[in-house]
């Protein structure tokens, strides 16, 4: 049971054939399939079945890729503390973000922290809230910047920033704005935006018209253009309000408080614990106190 073999088995997993996942992993589809049977030999238990032209997991098979992807993951964690224990300044960092974070929050932050400590080795994923929270449980990601963190969720919050949710439209729609008939522009479900505006609807018992659109620019723009009023982060619309293009429309219990999270696993890496205390340095951010399963501290790993 193999690093290689379980790292193919994931790429099946996500792929769904034999031929995507050697083309992920640069290998050829007989490796692929004489990795997943020796998988399957070593467990006892059928992991894929046939499915049109491609393959599906087993029950076993879903089960058993959640508990590789862990595996692969702390095996990563691992090796990133190792290093970052040696030498943060030269450790990796696996950083994820919701949109809204990584477009409004973070290129600053990675600018300057690239400029004092080039030789981190740095990566960032972008996705919607759930998928961030997945990646920091399965130990794929070492630092998560988002909302606040699931209530199941052992993390560590190292900081917090403020964050305000804002009604926005264009000026000739918020003029006429009704909670219940004005129509919404929204994020796709898993966004946390999206949870949120839904949770405000729900609570005033409305259900205005509601369009989707794929991401938080679609959404900006679309609110822009007019096709209704959007909840958004005010740090993702500072530019439109400038210019007149957006306005805050007066809406029952504005702003919405949702601050944005630094939160690792219960265990940061030094390297991690290097670019929270440079996130610290940056307006808006406080150290947190409030912590799942961790005691770990900001203040250690200093470069």
Known sequence: MTEARLRTFVALADTGSVRAAARRLYVTESAVSAAVAALTRDLGVPLVRREG????LTAAGTVYAGYARQV???MEEGRAAARGAADPGRGPLRLAAVTTAADQILPELLASFRARWPDV?????VGPRRQVWSSLAAHEADLVLAGRPPGEAAATVLARRPNELVVVGAPGLADGFALAGTPWVMREPGSGTRASADAYLAE???SPPRLVLGSNGAVIAGAAAGLGVALVSRDAVGAELDAGRLVVVDAPGM???RPWHAVAGTAPTATTLLFVRHLLDAPGWS???????STATPTAGRG
Request: net charge negative; glycine share 12%.
């Open 72 to 74: 692969l993951g702390l």
């Open 287 to 293: 150290a947190a106190d409030a912590r799942a399963g």
């Open 255 to 257: 702003p919405l408080d």
């Open 53 to 56: 032209r491609g393959l599906a």
């Open 204 to 206: 005033r018992d409305v």
């Open 121 to 125: 080795e740095l990566t960032l994923e």
